[in-house]
Nanobody
Framework: QVQLVESGGGVVQEGESLRLSCTASERPSTSAIMGWFRQAPGKEREFVATIRWIGTHANYADSVKGRFTISRDTAKKTLVLQMDNLKPDDTAVYYC??????????????????WGQGTQVTVSS
């Protein structure tokens, strides 16, 4: 059972940056995809960004394109989300997720069997 541990959330002002990290307890499979999702109060969990564990292909939600960058360090088994120019609408609990078999519907939270505990990001105006 893979465990994912996130860190890096916090409270920032609009326009500032935060960097989230997610470390896996074991190395993901070569076909794995990892991603970040977020959930604001009263809303459903939504796709933010995903990246293949092997390779550089990444996908982003339109709302974060150009502001967020997803990357991974395979040696450290770590996924990173660099968030720049943060906006109040980015306020949410951010979750790291892992799908070992790279499902086609990468944007669907239901495709991911492994989740971190979540880290709060709050952006004030």
């Amino acid at each position: 059972q893979v465990q994912l541990v996130e860190s890096g959330g916090g409270v920032v002002q609009e326009g500032e940056s935060l960097r989230l990290s997610c470390t896996a307890s074991e190395r993901p499979s070569t076909s794995a995809i990892m991603g970040w999702f977020r959930q604001a109060p009263g809303k459903e969990r939504e796709f933010v960004a995903t990246i293949r564990w092997i390779g550089t292909h990444a996908n982003y939600a339109d709302s974060v394109k150009g502001r967020f960058t997803i990357s991974r360090d395979t040696a450290k088994k770590t996924l990173v989300l660099q968030m720049d120019n943060l906006k109040p609408d980015d306020t949410a609990v951010y979750y790291c997720a892992l799908d070992q078999v790279r499902s086609v519907q990468y944007w669907d939270p239901a495709q991911y069997p492994y989740w971190g505990q979540g880290t709060q990001v709050t952006v004030s105006s």
